[in-house]
Protein backbone atom coordinates (compact mmCIF):
# COMPACT_ATOMS: atom_id res chain seq x y z
CA UNK A 1 0.00 0.00 0.00
CA UNK A 2 1.35 3.02 -1.02
CA UNK A 3 1.65 5.87 2.33
CA UNK A 4 1.23 9.81 2.26
CA UNK A 5 4.81 11.11 2.84
CA UNK A 6 5.56 12.49 6.41
CA UNK A 7 4.48 16.05 5.62
CA UNK A 8 0.59 15.35 4.39
CA UNK A 9 0.22 13.46 7.76
CA UNK A 10 1.21 16.55 9.51
CA UNK A 11 -1.19 18.66 7.98
CA UNK A 12 -3.95 15.45 8.72
CA UNK A 13 -2.91 15.60 12.00
CA UNK A 14 -3.20 19.46 12.11
CA UNK A 15 -6.63 19.46 10.75
CA UNK A 16 -7.63 16.84 13.66
CA UNK A 17 -6.18 19.58 16.47
CA UNK A 18 -7.91 22.65 15.09
CA UNK A 19 -11.44 21.24 15.78
CA UNK A 20 -10.72 22.54 19.40
CA UNK A 21 -6.99 22.99 20.39
CA UNK A 22 -7.80 23.18 23.84
CA UNK A 23 -9.23 19.72 24.23
CA UNK A 24 -6.68 16.70 25.11
CA UNK A 25 -6.42 14.14 22.65
CA UNK A 26 -5.43 10.49 21.87
CA UNK A 27 -4.58 9.59 17.96
CA UNK A 28 -2.30 7.22 19.28
CA UNK A 29 -4.24 4.32 16.79
CA UNK A 30 -3.21 6.19 14.00
CA UNK A 31 0.59 6.88 14.67
CA UNK A 32 0.55 2.88 13.85
CA UNK A 33 -0.43 3.16 10.61
CA UNK A 34 2.78 3.78 9.15
CA UNK A 35 6.17 4.92 9.43
CA UNK A 36 5.40 8.34 7.93
CA UNK A 37 2.31 8.75 9.92
CA UNK A 38 4.46 8.27 13.22
CA UNK A 39 6.86 11.06 11.66
CA UNK A 40 4.27 13.53 10.65
CA UNK A 41 1.66 12.51 13.71
CA UNK A 42 4.35 12.86 16.49
CA UNK A 43 4.09 16.81 17.11
CA UNK A 44 -0.19 15.97 17.41
CA UNK A 45 0.32 13.48 20.02
CA UNK A 46 2.63 15.60 22.43
CA UNK A 47 0.54 19.19 21.67
CA UNK A 48 -2.33 18.40 23.77
CA UNK A 49 -2.01 14.88 25.74
CA UNK A 50 -4.80 13.14 27.20
CA UNK A 51 -3.21 11.94 30.62
CA UNK A 52 -5.19 9.58 33.15
CA UNK A 53 -3.61 7.30 36.13
CA UNK A 54 -2.50 4.49 33.72
CA UNK A 55 -0.55 6.53 31.46
CA UNK A 56 0.64 9.56 33.47
CA UNK A 57 4.05 8.20 34.66
CA UNK A 58 5.21 6.80 31.78
CA UNK A 59 4.09 10.28 29.82
CA UNK A 60 6.91 12.09 32.52
CA UNK A 61 9.55 9.12 31.49
CA UNK A 62 8.84 9.78 28.07
CA UNK A 63 9.56 13.75 27.75
CA UNK A 64 13.11 13.39 29.42
CA UNK A 65 14.03 13.39 26.13
CA UNK A 66 14.40 16.59 24.75
CA UNK A 67 13.01 16.55 21.28
CA UNK A 68 9.72 15.30 22.70
CA UNK A 69 9.08 17.82 25.56
CA UNK A 70 9.24 21.05 23.34
CA UNK A 71 6.03 19.53 21.36
CA UNK A 72 3.95 19.71 24.63
CA UNK A 73 1.94 22.74 24.32
CA UNK A 74 -0.81 21.94 26.94
CA UNK A 75 -1.01 20.14 29.76
CA UNK A 76 -4.12 18.79 32.26
CA UNK A 77 -3.64 17.06 34.97
CA UNK A 78 -7.11 16.73 36.15
CA UNK A 79 -7.96 13.31 35.53
CA UNK A 80 -4.71 12.36 36.82
CA UNK A 81 -6.37 12.23 40.09
CA UNK A 82 -4.03 11.25 42.81
CA UNK A 83 -1.34 9.89 40.84
CA UNK A 84 0.76 12.55 40.78
CA UNK A 85 3.24 13.65 43.44
CA UNK A 86 4.55 17.41 44.06
CA UNK A 87 8.37 16.26 42.91
CA UNK A 88 6.65 14.74 39.25
CA UNK A 89 4.74 17.61 38.72
CA UNK A 90 7.69 19.58 39.32
CA UNK A 91 9.31 17.66 36.89
CA UNK A 92 7.01 17.73 34.81
CA UNK A 93 6.81 21.45 34.26
CA UNK A 94 10.34 21.77 34.35
CA UNK A 95 10.87 19.06 31.26
CA UNK A 96 7.84 21.26 28.92
CA UNK A 97 8.43 24.75 30.36
CA UNK A 98 10.41 25.56 26.57
CA UNK A 99 6.08 25.76 24.51
CA UNK A 100 3.90 25.00 27.38
CA UNK A 101 0.69 27.56 27.15
CA UNK A 102 -1.90 25.72 29.18
CA UNK A 103 -1.69 24.18 32.65
CA UNK A 104 -4.44 22.56 34.30
CA UNK A 105 -2.97 20.68 37.76
CA UNK A 106 -4.32 18.05 39.51
CA UNK A 107 -6.54 17.33 42.90
CA UNK A 108 -3.42 16.61 44.93
CA UNK A 109 0.66 16.94 43.96
CA UNK A 110 1.29 20.64 43.38
CA UNK A 111 3.84 21.22 46.21
CA UNK A 112 6.21 24.06 46.52
CA UNK A 113 8.54 23.22 44.09
CA UNK A 114 6.00 22.83 41.56
CA UNK A 115 4.48 26.08 41.96
CA UNK A 116 7.92 27.41 41.47
CA UNK A 117 8.41 25.84 38.21
CA UNK A 118 5.90 27.95 36.94
CA UNK A 119 8.71 30.42 36.50
CA UNK A 120 10.44 28.52 34.03
CA UNK A 121 7.01 28.27 31.81
CA UNK A 122 7.42 32.03 29.63
CA UNK A 123 5.06 30.90 27.43
CA UNK A 124 2.28 30.17 29.92
CA UNK A 125 -0.93 31.96 28.98
CA UNK A 126 -3.39 29.99 31.32
CA UNK A 127 -3.14 28.44 34.82
CA UNK A 128 -6.78 26.64 36.39
CA UNK A 129 -5.96 25.42 39.83
CA UNK A 130 -9.49 25.00 40.44
CA UNK A 131 -9.90 20.76 41.28
CA UNK A 132 -7.01 21.74 43.70
CA UNK A 133 -7.83 20.20 46.98
CA UNK A 134 -4.60 20.93 48.87
CA UNK A 135 -4.10 23.85 50.80
CA UNK A 136 -1.66 26.60 48.71
CA UNK A 137 -0.18 29.25 49.90
CA UNK A 138 -0.13 32.22 47.51
CA UNK A 139 3.29 33.08 48.27
CA UNK A 140 4.87 30.61 46.32
CA UNK A 141 1.89 30.47 43.40
CA UNK A 142 3.05 34.33 43.30
CA UNK A 143 6.39 33.28 43.22
CA UNK A 144 6.36 31.23 40.15
CA UNK A 145 4.02 33.18 38.03
CA UNK A 146 4.61 36.96 38.80
CA UNK A 147 7.02 37.44 36.28
CA UNK A 148 4.85 35.09 33.15
CA UNK A 149 4.95 37.83 30.54
CA UNK A 150 2.09 36.22 28.67
CA UNK A 151 -0.16 34.77 31.40
CA UNK A 152 -4.18 35.90 30.66
CA UNK A 153 -6.20 33.47 32.42
CA UNK A 154 -5.56 32.47 36.39
CA UNK A 155 -8.17 30.19 38.32
CA UNK A 156 -7.08 30.37 42.38
CA UNK A 157 -7.45 26.88 44.15
CA UNK A 158 -10.44 26.69 46.86
CA UNK A 159 -7.87 26.03 49.58
CA UNK A 160 -5.56 29.33 48.31
CA UNK A 161 -3.81 31.17 51.74
CA UNK A 162 -3.03 34.96 50.93
CA UNK A 163 -0.11 36.37 51.95
CA UNK A 164 0.58 40.27 52.44
CA UNK A 165 3.63 40.55 50.46
CA UNK A 166 1.82 38.73 47.32
CA UNK A 167 -0.77 41.79 46.93
CA UNK A 168 1.47 43.74 44.23
CA UNK A 169 2.33 39.79 42.13
CA UNK A 170 -0.82 39.87 39.87
CA UNK A 171 0.76 39.19 36.39
CA UNK A 172 1.00 42.15 34.40
CA UNK A 173 -1.15 40.59 31.26
CA UNK A 174 -3.57 38.81 33.23
CA UNK A 175 -7.18 39.58 31.73
CA UNK A 176 -9.37 36.28 33.81
CA UNK A 177 -9.29 35.60 37.44
CA UNK A 178 -11.09 33.37 39.02
CA UNK A 179 -10.91 34.31 42.82
CA UNK A 180 -11.38 31.36 45.32
CA UNK A 181 -10.19 30.19 48.63
CA UNK A 182 -9.39 32.47 52.08
CA UNK A 183 -9.30 35.64 50.12
CA UNK A 184 -9.58 38.26 52.93
CA UNK A 185 -11.33 41.83 52.81
CA UNK A 186 -7.76 43.29 53.36
CA UNK A 187 -5.83 41.18 50.82
CA UNK A 188 -8.33 42.63 48.02
CA UNK A 189 -8.11 45.95 48.67
CA UNK A 190 -4.01 46.15 49.03
CA UNK A 191 -4.04 44.11 45.65
CA UNK A 192 -3.02 45.82 42.65
CA UNK A 193 -4.59 44.53 39.88
CA UNK A 194 -3.44 44.91 36.47
CA UNK A 195 -5.29 47.20 33.51
CA UNK A 196 -5.70 44.22 31.51
CA UNK A 197 -8.40 42.81 33.77
CA UNK A 198 -11.59 42.19 32.06
CA UNK A 199 -13.51 39.05 33.74
CA UNK A 200 -13.45 37.71 37.26
CA UNK A 201 -15.16 34.71 38.85
CA UNK A 202 -15.41 34.65 42.08
CA UNK A 203 -16.98 31.76 44.86
CA UNK A 204 -15.84 30.09 47.57
CA UNK A 205 -14.48 32.33 49.21
CA UNK A 206 -15.66 32.08 52.74
CA UNK A 207 -14.09 34.88 54.17
CA UNK A 208 -15.11 37.70 52.04
CA UNK A 209 -17.51 40.34 53.25
CA UNK A 210 -19.82 42.83 51.64
CA UNK A 211 -16.97 45.66 52.17
CA UNK A 212 -14.53 42.87 50.63
CA UNK A 213 -16.61 42.80 46.87
CA UNK A 214 -17.44 46.26 47.42
CA UNK A 215 -13.78 47.36 47.65
CA UNK A 216 -12.95 44.75 44.93
CA UNK A 217 -15.05 46.26 42.57
CA UNK A 218 -14.93 49.77 43.51
CA UNK A 219 -11.00 49.47 42.22
CA UNK A 220 -11.42 47.11 39.15
CA UNK A 221 -15.08 47.16 38.32
CA UNK A 222 -15.24 49.85 35.43
CA UNK A 223 -12.73 48.19 33.62
CA UNK A 224 -14.89 44.90 33.37
CA UNK A 225 -16.35 43.28 30.61
CA UNK A 226 -17.68 40.17 32.86
CA UNK A 227 -18.73 39.48 36.24
CA UNK A 228 -19.45 36.11 37.73
CA UNK A 229 -20.53 35.44 41.23
CA UNK A 230 -21.22 31.64 42.61
CA UNK A 231 -22.56 30.65 45.60
CA UNK A 232 -22.08 29.71 48.27
CA UNK A 233 -20.03 33.37 50.01
CA UNK A 234 -21.62 32.73 53.55
CA UNK A 235 -20.42 36.06 54.69
CA UNK A 236 -21.65 38.25 52.09
CA UNK A 237 -25.19 40.05 52.97
CA UNK A 238 -28.94 39.96 51.41
CA UNK A 239 -27.76 43.33 49.53
CA UNK A 240 -23.80 42.33 49.46
CA UNK A 241 -24.05 42.52 45.31
CA UNK A 242 -26.65 45.45 45.21
CA UNK A 243 -23.98 47.35 44.07
CA UNK A 244 -22.70 45.22 40.97
CA UNK A 245 -24.47 47.66 38.16
CA UNK A 246 -22.99 50.85 39.84
CA UNK A 247 -19.86 49.36 40.46
CA UNK A 248 -19.73 47.81 36.78
CA UNK A 249 -21.04 49.83 34.62
CA UNK A 250 -19.45 48.32 31.27
CA UNK A 251 -19.73 44.63 32.48
CA UNK A 252 -21.91 43.26 29.29
CA UNK A 253 -22.12 39.87 30.98
CA UNK A 254 -23.05 39.27 34.64
CA UNK A 255 -24.09 36.49 36.38
CA UNK A 256 -25.26 36.90 40.20
CA UNK A 257 -26.95 34.80 42.78
CA UNK A 258 -30.44 36.19 44.10
CA UNK A 259 -28.89 35.30 47.57
CA UNK A 260 -27.34 38.11 47.85
CA UNK A 261 -28.75 41.04 45.75
CA UNK A 262 -32.10 42.83 46.57
CA UNK A 263 -34.61 44.58 44.40
CA UNK A 264 -32.45 48.01 45.33
CA UNK A 265 -29.37 46.30 42.70
CA UNK A 266 -32.33 47.48 40.28
CA UNK A 267 -33.32 50.59 41.66
CA UNK A 268 -30.07 52.42 42.14
CA UNK A 269 -28.84 51.87 38.21
CA UNK A 270 -28.16 55.52 36.92
CA UNK A 271 -31.08 56.67 34.26
CA UNK A 272 -28.34 57.15 31.94
CA UNK A 273 -28.74 52.64 31.99
CA UNK A 274 -26.21 50.17 31.99
CA UNK A 275 -24.66 48.41 29.10
CA UNK A 276 -25.58 45.01 30.30
CA UNK A 277 -26.11 42.43 27.23
CA UNK A 278 -26.35 39.29 28.99
CA UNK A 279 -28.19 38.73 32.77
CA UNK A 280 -27.96 35.23 34.70
CA UNK A 281 -29.84 35.28 38.36
CA UNK A 282 -29.21 32.28 39.69
CA UNK A 283 -30.67 30.82 43.24
CA UNK A 284 -29.46 28.06 45.61
CA UNK A 285 -32.30 27.95 48.23
CA UNK A 286 -35.85 26.75 49.07
CA UNK A 287 -38.54 28.99 48.30
CA UNK A 288 -39.38 28.15 51.83
CA UNK A 289 -37.30 30.41 53.03
CA UNK A 290 -38.33 33.48 54.76
CA UNK A 291 -35.96 35.24 52.36
CA UNK A 292 -37.53 38.14 50.48
CA UNK A 293 -36.65 37.61 46.91
CA UNK A 294 -36.08 39.51 44.15
CA UNK A 295 -39.59 39.32 41.54
CA UNK A 296 -39.58 39.94 38.04
CA UNK A 297 -41.25 42.63 38.72
CA UNK A 298 -38.16 44.44 39.69
CA UNK A 299 -36.70 43.72 36.80
CA UNK A 300 -39.39 44.99 34.53
CA UNK A 301 -39.26 48.25 36.30
CA UNK A 302 -35.83 48.67 34.84
CA UNK A 303 -37.05 47.79 31.45
CA UNK A 304 -39.69 50.42 32.00
CA UNK A 305 -37.37 52.91 32.97
CA UNK A 306 -35.32 52.62 30.15
CA UNK A 307 -32.27 51.50 32.49
CA UNK A 308 -31.17 47.59 30.40
CA UNK A 309 -32.07 49.05 26.98
CA UNK A 310 -29.37 46.80 25.63
CA UNK A 311 -30.16 42.99 27.72
CA UNK A 312 -31.02 40.84 24.85
CA UNK A 313 -30.00 37.63 27.18
CA UNK A 314 -31.48 36.84 30.46
CA UNK A 315 -31.48 33.87 32.32
CA UNK A 316 -33.25 32.88 35.92
CA UNK A 317 -33.50 29.77 38.11
CA UNK A 318 -36.47 28.22 38.36
CA UNK A 319 -36.28 28.09 41.86
CA UNK A 320 -36.97 31.80 42.21
CA UNK A 321 -40.49 30.82 41.84
CA UNK A 322 -41.31 33.31 38.83
CA UNK A 323 -44.10 31.54 37.38
CA UNK A 324 -44.15 32.00 33.50
CA UNK A 325 -48.38 32.44 33.45
CA UNK A 326 -48.22 35.66 36.29
CA UNK A 327 -48.48 39.38 34.98
CA UNK A 328 -45.55 40.35 35.67
CA UNK A 329 -43.63 37.57 33.79
CA UNK A 330 -45.37 38.01 30.92
CA UNK A 331 -44.72 41.40 31.02
CA UNK A 332 -40.81 40.72 31.33
CA UNK A 333 -40.97 38.28 28.82
CA UNK A 334 -42.67 40.76 26.41
CA UNK A 335 -40.34 43.56 27.07
CA UNK A 336 -37.15 41.59 26.47
CA UNK A 337 -38.61 40.31 23.19
CA UNK A 338 -39.65 44.10 22.37
CA UNK A 339 -35.60 44.24 22.57
CA UNK A 340 -35.10 40.92 20.24
CA UNK A 341 -33.60 39.35 23.52
CA UNK A 342 -33.86 35.90 24.34
CA UNK A 343 -34.96 34.16 27.86
CA UNK A 344 -33.86 31.12 29.41
CA UNK A 345 -35.41 29.46 32.04
CA UNK A 346 -32.59 27.03 34.40
CA UNK A 347 -32.52 24.66 37.35
CA UNK A 348 -28.95 26.90 38.63
Known amino acids: MQSFPPEIWHHI ?83 CATNLETFSGPQSGLGFTALRAFSQ ?84 CPLLTDAGIFSLLSKIGPNLSSVCVQYPMPELSRSGLDCIFQLCPNATTISIPANYITSTAFESIPESGHNVRSLEITYSGSLLTNISLIKADDLVGALVDGKLPNLHRLQWSIRLGWREESQDVQDLLELIDDQDGEVFITVK
Open 121 to 204: CQKLKKIDLSILSEKIDLQYLFGGIQHLKHLEYIILPYLSIPAPMCTECWPSSLTFVGFSGGLTDDFLAESVFPPSLKSINITQ
Open 13 to 95: FDHLISFDKFEAKNFGGLLRICRSSYVGGLHAIYYFPKLNPRNYHKFVDTISRKPTRKLVHHISLNNVSYASKASITSRLLRR
